[in-house]
């Protein structure tokens, strides 16, 4: 059973324009929610974070929505850029867990100029 | 600051071979951390370690071993490569303080034959 999800595997969008990438996570346990980006022949780098305590935080022209009722979390990044194609991951940990993150599989966004 | 270092890079293993992984940090992270991503999929813990001489399975723990000798340094082992553990590798560590946040290196490529 994964336990995070993406359902959309990749995202097109429009320079100048919103990208609003979607994470499902199914374990109440989760209480810290990541974004990761990947570049090409790179590792993941992290991105923005979030506690399950918060609801939003913003860094930047990036924004991380969480929804704890429905177990749902969404990156927003505004304005879209050509340098944001990447693969991005959305990652659940627990406090209690040794700082194991369980990943998504991922979402290919493509900012077209 | 090179952060998280992986070597090799690449390698092209013929099945039944052996072959080891390293992974060195220099952030004196206590925690280190492998997972293996397949195309179309996220990161799958193999293994970590919360400290010096300490190590735990993950999520996909067999056919590998690992061990963490010492604190900067973590090891992945293939003792019989398999073609399904052709994958690309990555290496993370965190602070153990830390609510999730993982510091990758840049990944090593194995194909086994």
């Known amino acids: 059973d994964q336990q995070v999800k993406q359902n959309s595997p990749s995202l097109s969008v429009q320079e100048g324009r919103i990208s609003i990438l979607n994470c499902d996570y199914t374990?109440?346990?989760?209480?810290?929610f990541l974004w990761y980006k990947k570049y090409p022949a790179e590792g993941p780098t992290f991105l923005i974070s979030i506690s399950s305590i918060k609801d939003k935080n913003e860094d930047g022209r990036f924004t991380v929505f969480l929804n704890k009722s429905a177990k749902h979390l969404s990156l927003h990044i505004v304005p879209s850029q050509p340098g944001d194609s990447a693969v991005y991951f959305c990652?659940?940990?627990?406090?209690?867990?040794?700082?194991?993150?369980?990943f998504g599989d991922g979402t290919t966004l493509t900012v077209k100029p | 600051n090179a952060g998280v270092t992986q070597t090799p890079k690449f390698r092209v293993l013929k099945t039944g071979q052996s072959m080891t992984l390293l992974c060195a940090q220099d952030m004196n992270h206590e925690y280190m951390y492998w997972y293996r991503q397949d195309p179309g999929m996220g990161l799958r813990l193999i293994h970590y370690s919360v400290g010096e001489g300490t190590t735990a399975k993950g999520e996909v723990p067999d056919g590998y071993n690992v061990s963490r000798l010492k604190k900067q340094n973590f090891l992945l082992g293939l003792e019989s490569a398999a073609p399904s553990q052709t994958s690309v590798y990555f290496c993370?560590?965190?602070?153990?303080?830390?609510?999730?946040?993982?510091?990758f290196g840049e990944g090593s490529r194995l194909t086994v034959l």
């Open positions: 374990n109440s346990m989760f209480d810290y």
């Open positions: 993370a560590s965190s602070r153990r303080d830390s609510t999730g946040e993982l510091f």
């Open positions: 990652a659940a940990s627990s406090s209690t867990n040794a700082g194991k993150s369980t």
